[in-house]
Nanobody
Framework: QVQLVESGGGLVQPGGSLRLSCAAS????????MGWYRQAPGKQRELVGL???????NYADSVKGRFTISRDNAKNTVYLQMNSLKPEDTAVYYC???????????????WGQGTQVTVSS
């Protein structure tokens, strides 16, 4: 099967920065999309941004200009660089990928276990 392992969460002061990483491993034939979602307490999970294998990255309006998503295809890893963090960015951040585990099969969605990001003074 496929595993997504996230790292890099923690506590940061407003205006600070954090970098999250997510490495995919296991039965991977082809990765299409990688990206990040987040879920704040009492709220629904929302998109942060997605980076396709080809094409431009898209971001939620709330993070544009502050967050940057990148990927290393050789390492099956996606990154989330978060700058100018605000208290409203506090949430559990989930890694997401859409990939094929074998040739001829459909793309499937996989999620990481989530990592807590807390922005507070």
């Amino acid at each position: 099967q496929v595993q997504l392992v996230e790292s890099g969460g923690g506590l940061v002061q407003p205006g600070g920065s954090l970098r999250l990483s997510c490495a995919a491993s296991g039965s991977i034939f082809n990765i299409n999309v990688m990206g990040w979602y987040r879920q704040a307490p009492g709220k629904q999970r929302e998109l942060v941004g997605l980076i396709p294998s080809g094409g431009s990255t898209n971001y939620a309006d709330s993070v544009k200009g502050r967050f940057t998503i990148s990927r290393d295809n050789a390492k099956n890893t996606v990154y989330l660089q978060m700058n100018s963090l605000k208290p409203e960015d506090t949430a559990v951040y989930y890694c997401y990928t859409s990939l094929k585990i074998a040739f001829g099969l459909a793309y499937q969605n996989f999620w990481g276990q989530g990592t807590q990001v807390t922005v507070s003074s």
